[in-house]
């Protein structure tokens, strides 16, 4: 199995692109392809504060239909599910760009697309099993115990949230704990979901969001060479947005 695992998009769609390009692939019928028999893979979190959202999804959906995608929804990825249901959820934290986006398409499209992403993330699992256990794709990152466990809300939370103490910092985004570093497991597991500057490798886990809709760079971790590959992204750098671990 050769993948080439991309971190959290958030609606950068030329950055996804480039990247795509960068990672050796070329689009056919619309769909990426690449001649050494690799395939794409996403930590999830495609849509929400970026400029280009639908269209990131549209290429979601593409793989979809066409059996390929390998993608771990993340934290956004349900609230957009819940929005699409019509759920009460509100609409910041990125979400409003997205719902920006839809508000602009003609009333059918909109329902079009929202029915569509409903399918979308009802087929997805919680997190990505990979190559006989070997690999795990996980949104915010996964416990060893926790893989292979039947779904709960607990692991579900983990992998949506990551490893959260209830407390928040001053600009409303939840304190995590470093969970990485207790992590003594065998498999290989790639997250996203908490912007770093750099790709962030601790004992078998790297994290890969490095906060392209914040100004940094899109990234991807190939496997199982578990090389980095990234792009700079074309967004403003906002650099309060990224965390600093000890």
């Known amino acids: 199995m050769k993948l080439d695992i991309i971190g959290d998009i958030h609606g950068c769609y030329d950055e996804l692109l480039s990247l795509i390009e960068k990672l050796g692939y070329s689009f056919a019928s ?16 495609a849509m929400d504060r970026g400029p280009a959202s639908l269209n990131t999804l549209e290429l979601m959906f593409k793989l979809q239909d066409n059996h390929s995608l390998i993608y771990s929804p993340g934290n956004h990825c349900n609230k957009l599910y ?10 910041k934290n990125g979400l409003e760009t997205t719902v920006a986006e839809l508000n602009a398409l003609p009333p059918k499209e909109k329902t079009r ?3 569509r992403y409903r399918q979308f993330y009802e087929a997805l699992p919680l997190y990505e099993n990979l190559d006989n256990g070997k690999l795990i794709i996980a949104h915010a990152g996964i416990r060893e115990q926790m893989i292979g466990e039947p779904f709960s809300k607990k692991i579900q939370s983990f992998v949506l949230y990551g490893d959260t103490t209830g407390e928040t910092l001053p600009d409303g985004r939840p304190v995590r704990r470093d969970w990485a570093k207790m992590y003594f497991g065998d498999a290989w597991i790639v997250y996203g979901h908490t912007p770093v500057t750099e790709a962030r490798f601790v004992n078998r886990t790297v994290n890969i969001d490095t906060g ?12 199982p060479e578990m090389e980095i590959v990234s792009v700079t992204s074309q967004q403003p750098h906002i650099p309060e947005k990224f965390t600093h671990f000890d």
């Open 113 to 115: 697309f929202l029915d």
């Open 82 to 91: 819940r929005l699409a249901k019509g759920s009460n959820v509100q609409k």
């Open 30 to 45: 619309g769909l990426p392809f690449h001649q050494d028999g690799r395939r794409l893979a996403f930590v999830g979190d």
């Open 212 to 223: 392209c809709v914040f100004g940094g760079k899109l990234t991807a971790v190939r496997y």
